[in-house]
Structure formats: structure tokens, C-alpha cells
């Protein structure tokens, strides 16, 4: 029995990876990657390597196992088919007859237009006969923290996203679940809606940056329109400008608040307050 973790050079993967390691050896832990030469750090740590691809089925073929727990990390090719590179990796688990696939999921309270590929995918595994559990992930911190350059040099938190608030958390919050299903037991086709504890608005998030860096840091809302504009002017491909000014309209409607608890119970601790995102950040 292995636990075999897709997308394992990614932000996430890499971190499911280690927190993994704190609880299980790592030869019982396979990482599955595209590009071997990115994941020295992974084989480091001595755990197994699979080369696969999303969107070259074959590469799957022998890669799980009967009894397996698998985590499926959502792609992020947008423009390559998403359902279809997940279904190959449900189709290949449920040949394979592993013991559990775990899906990072969106919240079902999301509907902008980049929940749709999750619903879709949601719908293959349910449908697959695989023992499944669905990470319903809500927002990271990172998604902010991770950018933080152009508003510190403009001063200004720019989102399209009215007054709503947000249930973000880290990915190593996110991480921390997922590892608790991977290695627990009851997990078995059950959905869990993950946020953190504190929902926070855009206008706060302006107010704990100027406490931290000692700069005036405000909150300008704009419309869809406009925020699609910015993202595009800064380098974003149109469609996937779209799809982020339609996360931020899901924000101001209220969409992206998780109050179920899940996230940390499962983490087994309360999860990173924001701030705590931004000093790091800050910290470089």
C-alpha cells in the first residue's frame, strides 16, 4: 500500500508531501510528477518517484495499486481540458482498485465559472465506484500574500469584490487535511467544506497590511470589468482574467465564506490567521 500524491512539485503537493512524512515512512509514499528533474528536493526526502501527465493517459497505466490512497490535486491548465486530465487519473484508480481517492475540490457554495471543472470532476469520481473524499477547498492566503509587490508600490488593495469576505486559509492548512484523510480512517465518500476559522474582508486585509509594513495601504473596489482589465494588463491570458474577476464577484456575494469547521478539525488545530500569512509573506 502506498500513498500516492499527483501534482506533488506543485505548492501544495509539496507540502502534502513533507507533512506526510511526519506520520508515515517515506518509502510507503509515492510522488507523482511530470518532470523528474524538478523533483530532486521530493526524491530527497526518499520518497518513490512516478513520472505521469495529466494529459498523456498511458503514463498511468500500472501507477496505483489495489489498496492505494491517492490525492488528486486539481489541475491548473485551464485551457487543456481539466475533467478530462482528472477523469484519467480516476479512471486509472478505479482499474487499479485503490482504497480511496481524494479530490481537491472548490466549496459548493462557489459557483463562479471556476468551480465548474470541480463540479464536472466531482461528478466522474462519485459516479466512478471509487471509495472517494472530496477537499472542498476554499481560498488560500497566498492567493493575496504571494502578491503583494504592486500593492505595496501602489498602496492600494485593488479587487473586485465589493464588500464580501473571504474564509481563505494557507495551503498548509489545506495540506494538514488532506493528510488527515490520507492517513485516517471513515473518510471514505464523504465531501468536506474547507475555510478557515475567520472570514476577513478586503478593507481589513488593506488595514493589517498598513499595520505591518507602517504604509497607508487602502482598499479600492472596482467593478468586474475594470479588475479583468488590470489582471489582463498585467500579463494574465484573458480567459483566466475572467475566471478570477468571476471569483472575486462570487466574494462580494458572499460565496466564499466556509463556516463548517471542517478545515480544522481535520488540521487538528485552529488555522493560520491572516496576519500571520502577511508577516511571513513580508519576511520574504
Same mark, same amino acid.
Given at each position: 500500500?502506498?500513498?500516492?500524491?499527483?501534482?506533488?512539485? !506543485?505548492?501544495?503537493?509539496?507540502?502534502? @508531501?513533507?507533512?506526510?512524512?511526519?506520520?508515515?515512512?517515506?518509502?510507503?509514499?509515492?510522488?507523482?510528477?511530470?518532470?523528474?528533474?524538478?523533483?530532486? #528536493?521530493?526524491?530527497?526526502?526518499?520518497?518513490?518517484?512516478?513520472?505521469?501527465?495529466?494529459?498523456?493517459? &498511458?503514463?498511468?497505466?500500472?501507477?496505483?495499486?489495489?489498496?492505494?490512497?491517492?490525492?488528486?490535486?486539481? !489541475?491548473?491548465?485551464?485551457?487543456?481540458?481539466?475533467?478530462?486530465?482528472?477523469?484519467?487519473?480516476?479512471?486509472?484508480?478505479?482499474?487499479?482498485? @485503490?482504497?480511496?481517492?481524494?479530490?481537491?475540490?472548490?466549496?459548493?457554495?462557489?459557483?463562479?465559472?471556476?468551480?465548474?471543472?470541480?463540479?464536472?470532476?466531482? &461528478?466522474?469520481?462519485?459516479?466512478?465506484?471509487?471509495?472517494?473524499?472530496?477537499?472542498?477547498?476554499?481560498?488560500?492566503? $497566498?492567493?493575496?500574500? &504571494?502578491?503583494? *509587490?504592486?500593492?505595496?508600490?501602489?498602496?492600494?488593495?485593488?479587487?473586485?469584490?465589493?464588500?464580501?469576505?473571504?474564509?481563505?486559509?494557507?495551503?498548509?492548512?489545506?495540506?494538514?487535511?488532506?493528510?488527515?484523510?490520507?492517513?485516517?480512517?471513515?473518510? $471514505?465518500?464523504?465531501?468536506?467544506?474547507?475555510?478557515?476559522? $475567520?472570514?476577513?474582508?478586503?478593507?481589513?486585509?488593506?488595514?493589517?497590511?498598513?499595520?505591518?509594513?507602517?504604509?497607508?495601504?487602502?482598499?479600492?473596489?472596482? %467593478?468586474?470589468?475594470?479588475?479583468?482589465?488590470?489582471?489582463?494588463?498585467?500579463?494574465?491570458?484573458?480567459?483566466?482574467? &475572467?475566471?478570477?474577476?468571476?471569483?472575486? *464577484? %462570487?466574494?462580494?456575494?458572499?460565496?466564499?465564506?466556509?463556516?463548517?469547521?471542517?478545515?480544522?478539525?481535520?488540521?487538528?488545530?485552529?488555522?493560520?490567521?491572516?496576519? $500571520?500569512?502577511?508577516?511571513?509573506?513580508?519576511? #520574504?
Amino acid at each position: 500500500m502506498s500513498i500516492v500524491v499527483t501534482g506533488a512539485t !506543485g505548492h501544495l503537493g509539496r507540502l502534502v @508531501v513533507r507533512q506526510l512524512l511526519e506520520k508515515v515512512p517515506a518509502d510507503q509514499v509515492t510522488a507523482v510528477v511530470r518532470d523528474r528533474d524538478r523533483a530532486a #528536493g521530493l526524491a530527497a526526502l526518499g520518497v518513490r518517484l512516478a513520472v505521469a501527465d495529466y494529459n498523456a493517459p &498511458e503514463t498511468f497505466d500500472g501507477l496505483f495499486a489495489a489498496g492505494d490512497r491517492v490525492l488528486l490535486i486539481s !489541475g491548473n491548465e485551464f485551457d487543456k481540458g481539466r475533467v478530462q486530465q482528472h477523469t484519467v487519473v480516476i479512471e486509472a484508480a478505479g482499474k487499479a482498485g @485503490v482504497a480511496l481517492l481524494a479530490y481537491t475540490s472548490a466549496p459548493e457554495s462557489l459557483k463562479a465559472a471556476l468551480a465548474d471543472d470541480h463540479r464536472a470532476t466531482e &461528478e466522474v469520481l462519485v459516479g466512478s465506484g471509487v471509495p472517494y473524499a472530496l477537499l472542498r477547498n476554499g481560498w488560500y492566503h $497566498e492567493n493575496y500574500t &504571494e502578491q503583494l *509587490a504592486p500593492v505595496l508600490e501602489h498602496g492600494a488593495v485593488v479587487q473586485a469584490a465589493g464588500e464580501g469576505r473571504v474564509s481563505s486559509a494557507s495551503r498548509a492548512d489545506y495540506a494538514a487535511a488532506a493528510v488527515a484523510v490520507l492517513t485516517g480512517e471513515g473518510h $471514505e465518500n464523504k465531501a468536506y467544506e474547507l475555510g478557515g476559522d $475567520e472570514a476577513w474582508g478586503f478593507a481589513e486585509y488593506a488595514a493589517e497590511l498598513s499595520r505591518q509594513t507602517g504604509k497607508e495601504i487602502v482598499y479600492k473596489p472596482v %467593478s468586474a470589468e475594470v479588475y479583468t482589465g488590470i489582471l489582463a494588463g498585467a500579463g494574465l491570458p484573458a480567459p483566466l482574467a &475572467e475566471i478570477l474577476a468571476g471569483v472575486d *464577484a %462570487s466574494i462580494a456575494k458572499g460565496e466564499l465564506v466556509v463556516s463548517t469547521g471542517d478545515l480544522s478539525r481535520l488540521a487538528g488545530r485552529p488555522t493560520t490567521p491572516l496576519a $500571520e500569512a502577511v508577516a511571513a509573506a513580508l519576511k #520574504g
